[in-house]
């Protein structure tokens, strides 16, 4: 089993900043990639933004150049610094990771989700 806890949520302004934290514990062979996804009301769960385990990046068109995704690998932790805020990007926040569990089985989980809300 892996767990995902994640931080950092909050209100802010339009053009304001905030950074989301997701460290991920538990039975972990080898992390393949780790991401972060967000659902506003009424829509789809979209993809944000990407870390694959080879250090590449990938972020959905709305959000290139205002967030960032890192990774802290000794501390199996994604980050996601998210700059420029736009009243759009109110959403629930997701951590994903794609996990290989054993050397036999590979798994996906979600994090709890954080709130991200930005006012006009």
């Known amino acids: 089993q892996v767990q995902l806890v994640e931080s950092g949520g909050g209100l802010v302004q339009a053009g304001g900043s905030l950074r989301l934290s997701c460290a991920a514990s538990?039975?972990?062979?080898?992390?393949?990639?780790m991401g972060w996804y967000r659902q506003a009301p009424g829509k789809q769960r979209e993809l944000v933004a990407t870390a694959t385990s080879g250090g590449s990046t990938n972020y959905v068109d709305s959000v290139k150049g205002r967030f960032t995704i890192s990774r802290d690998n000794a501390k199996n932790t994604v980050y996601l610094q998210m700059n420029s805020l736009k009243p759009e990007d109110t959403a629930v926040y997701y951590c994903?990771?794609?996990?290989?569990?054993?050397?036999?089985?590979?798994?996906?989980?979600w994090g709890q989700g954080t709130q991200v809300t930005v006012s006009s």
């Open positions: 538990g039975s972990i062979f080898r992390i393949n990639a």
């Open positions: 994903y990771v794609d996990v290989q569990v054993s050397l036999v089985r590979r798994s996906n989980y």
